[in-house]
Every structure is written in structure tokens, then in C-alpha cells.
């Protein structure tokens, strides 16, 4: 049984800006998110309805002025610190005037240091 295999060639006129799109580069204009150590001030949310669950909400806040803008990049970051942040649920976020947002996430609560 013979198979047809569809070929196509893609041209980028911009690698860079292909990579970026696709999570190769860091894209701080896409996700809100530099290349640094994150000053994140947390908390369990006053809203976590199962505290002893195997993910709880927590609100986040990014003191050092990045935002959230893509939920998987900002994951990935906080990887690197040991949080398993669940990218399926949702980004939630408030802002108060003079104040960073505060965000509201999911993260396995044995990855919070």
C-alpha cells in the first residue's frame, strides 16, 4: 500500500523572528517575561477552595516588572526554580494602581519553596 506524501518548502525571511514565535529566542515582547531571575512575591490564594490538593492557586505577583503575558514561557521559567506551574488552567490576573499585577495560577504545591 503505497502512501502520497505532501512536500512543502516554507521560506523565512526572518529566522529571528521565526524563532521567537516558535520559543527558540526569548521574545520579551510576545510574553512580558526578560531573561533573569524573577523577584516573585507569592502567596496561597485566599480563594483555594482544596488546600490540600496536589495543585493549589497561588497569586503571584512579578516584582521586577516583568509581566505574564504567556503562561508557558513564564512555567518554563519558574522551572528553573523547582515550581511546577500547570500550564492547562488558566492565567487569571487584577491590577491595582501603583502596585504590579497580581496573577492567579495553579502550581503542584510540593514544587513551592
Not at 523577584?39 to 516583568?66: F, H, I, K, M
Request: hydrophobic share 35%; charged share 30%.
Amino acid at each position: 500500500m503505497a502512501r502520497e506524501v505532501s512536500q512543502r518548502l516554507v521560506l523565512i525571511d526572518d529566522i529571528d523572528k521565526y524563532e521567537r514565535a516558535i520559543g527558540l529566542q526569548p521574545d520579551p515582547e510576545r510574553t512580558g517575561l526578560h531573561e533573569h531571575r524573577h523577584d516573585v512575591r507569592w502567596a496561597v490564594s485566599t480563594y483555594e477552595t482544596n488546600p490540600a490538593a496536589a495543585y493549589v492557586e497561588v497569586e503571584v505577583a512579578l516584582e521586577c516588572g516583568c509581566e505574564i503575558r504567556d503562561l508557558r514561557t513564564f512555567a518554563a521559567h519558574m522551572r528553573e526554580r523547582g515550581w511546577d506551574v500547570a500550564v492547562t488552567g488558566g492565567l487569571g490576573s487584577q491590577r491595582v494602581p501603583g502596585s504590579p499585577p497580581m496573577y492567579h495560577l495553579r502550581v503542584r504545591r510540593k514544587s513551592l519553596g
